[in-house]
T-cell receptor, first 117, second 110 residues
C-alpha cells in the first residue's frame, strides 16, 4: 500500500517571500502521479500542480513549482512570491498510473500554510 | 468552479438515520470518486465508479454504499449513522488521471 507523509503540520511565510512544503511517499510502483491540492477556508479542493513519475522535468505552474526526486521518493512544493490568497491547507497526493487502484488518491496529512502581510 | 456538483451542501441528522449524498460529475467524465474528510482520519478514499461499475474500494464501512447511474451521476448512501460519521464528504470526477472535486457535503450527526 502507498503512504504519503507531510512532516510539516504548519508553515508560515511573509507576503512576497518563497516557501517550500515537503512531502515524501512510499510505493513499489514505477509509474504513478503526484499532486498538490490546495484547500482554502472555503474547503474546496483545488488542484495546484501535478507530476508524472516518468517525466524527469519538474512541473511548473506560474508561481508554483515542484522538486521531484524519484529515487528519494520526495515531492516538495515551492511557492514563489507568496500571496495572501495562498493561505490554505495543502495536501500532497499519490495516484497509481495503472492497476486496480488506478486513479484512487492517497493523501498526506496536510500542511497549513499561513501567509502574513 | 470545478464543474462537479454535490447536494446537499449541509446535512444534519440523528444517530441511526440514513442519508443519501448526491454527486454530478463534470460533463464527459466517466469516473466518480468518493472521499471522506474528518479531523481524526484525514482525507480518505471510499469508493470509485467508472461508467456505472464499481472500480475500487477503500476504507468504506459496510453501512455505506454507493452507485453510479446511467447518466453518470452518483449517490453515496450512509445508514445507521453514528456520531463518528460526521465529516465532509467529497465527490470527485475524472476522465483520465486528474481529479476535480466538488464542493463537498458537510454531514453532522447529532
Amino acid at each position: 500500500a502507498q503512504t504519503v507523509t507531510q512532516s510539516q503540520p504548519e508553515m508560515s511565510v511573509q507576503e512576497a517571500e518563497t516557501v517550500t512544503l515537503s512531502c515524501t511517499y512510499d510505493t513499489s510502483e514505477n509509474n504513478y502521479y503526484l499532486f498538490w491540492y490546495k484547500q482554502p477556508p472555503s474547503r474546496q479542493m483545488i488542484l495546484v500542480i501535478r507530476q508524472e513519475a516518468y517525466k524527469q522535468q519538474n512541473a511548473t505552474e506560474n508561481r508554483f513549482s515542484v522538486n521531484f526526486q524519484k529515487a528519494a521518493k520526495s515531492f516538495s512544493l515551492k511557492i514563489s512570491d507568496s500571496q495572501l490568497g495562498d493561505t490554505a491547507m495543502y495536501f500532497c497526493a499519490f495516484s497509481q498510473a495503472g492497476g486496480t487502484s488506478y486513479g484512487k488518491l492517497t493523501f498526506g496529512q496536510g500542511t497549513i500554510l499561513t501567509v502574513h502581510p | 468552479d470545478s464543474g462537479v456538483t454535490q447536494t446537499p451542501k449541509h446535512l444534519i441528522t440523528a444517530t441511526g438515520q440514513r442519508v443519501t449524498l448526491r454527486c454530478s460529475p463534470r460533463s464527459g467524465d466517466l469516473s466518480v470518486y468518493w472521499y471522506q474528510q474528518s479531523l481524526d482520519q484525514g482525507l480518505q478514499f471510499l469508493i470509485q465508479y467508472y461508467n456505472g461499475e464499481e472500480r475500487a474500494k477503500g476504507n468504506i464501512l459496510e453501512r455505506f454504499s454507493a452507485q453510479q447511474f446511467p447518466d453518470l451521476h452518483s449517490e453515496l448512501n450512509l445508514s445507521s449513522l453514528e456520531l463518528g460519521d460526521s465529516a465532509l464528504y467529497f465527490c470527485a470526477s475524472s476522465l483520465y488521471n486528474e481529479q476535480f472535486f466538488g464542493p463537498g457535503t458537510r454531514l453532522t450527526v447529532l
